[in-house]
């Protein structure tokens, strides 16, 4: 049955995609066509300036919102979040053939093999049943990208949520207005060139969307600032509560404090500068997504505990995938 469920899933991808495309446009569309003239009058007789200034502004702050969701969207679809039986290594293009892999597994600290693709299977990744392979720094499957949201793609992922929700939040406040309008069948007067129900529900999908994808982005922000995947995050919070009962601390090994946590999520410092997180550029995670650095606090730990974090990390790889809707 779950099988069944996973194929129905990968098969509809493409019209998920389709779908989500269809609806951002609708929204962008209705902005312009009723949002825009009904906020800005540049052929108003008594417009200023500064008030053209203000308009060009607009119209520029709205073109680079709508390019950095279509961007990151299409980054978060078409990067590949990071398999076993992927040729990049170290960020280099390399031939490397399966049996290097293994190789190169067989030499780390905790080798495992993966029981359903039966490749080595190194830290954080996860098998993704729907895309059937191993995927690096696994968080979840997600059908609205037709992906999963992993090593590589994460970060455009989380920025795709970002700007969609705060284009959404845009839209709602400088659409209220036009919106009521819409809704007062009484008045004939409607002079735009869009659907007056289109415009209804637009607007009524940027509420629940932006509502939907609000909390989803909050959550992955959270997951960010505390160095967590998803599938992490269920087995670190029965971890803790095990270590609490026990009177212990429970560290997370990949866990250097908020900011460092979110520096190393966007890849800002050694190469890229914090402002290029509002630059809508191709910009890869650190590290390969194999191996990963691991908190002070946590080698301080008795040697006993880090093997047991680590062997419970390496169980919650096997556990089932997790998917979003
Ligand atoms: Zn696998
Ligand atoms: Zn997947």
């Known amino acids: 049955m779950a099988k069944i469920v996973d194929k129905a899933m990968w098969s509809a991808g493409p019209v998920f995609i389709v779908i989500a495309i269809a609806l951002v446009d609708m929204c962008v569309l209705a902005y312009y066509l ?6 800005h009058h540049w052929f108003s007789e008594d417009i200023t300036l500064l008030g053209k200034l203000g308009i ?59 029981k359903k693709c039966h490749l080595p299977k190194p830290e954080r990744a996860h098998h993704c049943s729907v895309c059937n392979s191993c995927v690096l720094r696994f968080d979840h499957h997600c059908p609205w990208i037709h992906n999963c949201v992993g090593h590589y793609n994460h970060r455009y992922f989380v920025l795709f949520m970002t700007y969609m929700v705060l284009s959404a939040a845009y839209f709602v406040i400088f659409g209220w207005r036009p919106f009521i ?116 606090e946590f080698y301080l730990l008795p040697e006993t505990v880090q093997q047991d974090a680590i062997l419970a990390n390496q169980a919650v790889q096997d556990l089932e995938d997790v998917k979003d809707l």
């Open 34 to 39: 009723v949002v825009f003239p009904y906020n």
């Open 56 to 114: 060009i502004l607009t119209v520029l702050f709205t073109l680079y919102m709508i390019y950095c969701i279509h961007f990151h969207y299409y980054m978060a679809i078409k990067t590949h979040p990071g398999g076993m039986t992927d040729t990049v290594i170290h960020g280099t293009e390399d031939d490397s053939t399966q049996y290097t892999l293994l190789q190169y597994e067989e030499n780390a600290q905790y080798p495992k093999i993966c």
């Open 181 to 296: 309008i819409c809704l007062d069948i009484a008045n004939p007067e409607w002079p735009y060139y869009f659907p007056r129900p289109l415009m209804a529900f637009a607007y009524i999908l940027s509420i629940c969307m932006g509502l939907a994808l609000g909390a989803l982005c909050a959550w992955h922000y959270y997951l960010v600032l505390t160095a967590q995947t998803t599938v992490e995050f269920y087995n670190n919070y029965y971890e803790k509560g095990i270590a609490k009962s026990q009177g212990e601390i429970f560290v997370n090994m990949y866990d250097f404090g908020y900011l460092e946590n979110i520096r190393k999520f966007f890849n800002i410092g050694e190469k890229y500068a914090w402002y290029t997180v509002f630059y809508p550029i191709p910009i890869p995670p650190q590290g390969n997504g194999r191996h990963f650095e691991k908190c002070q």
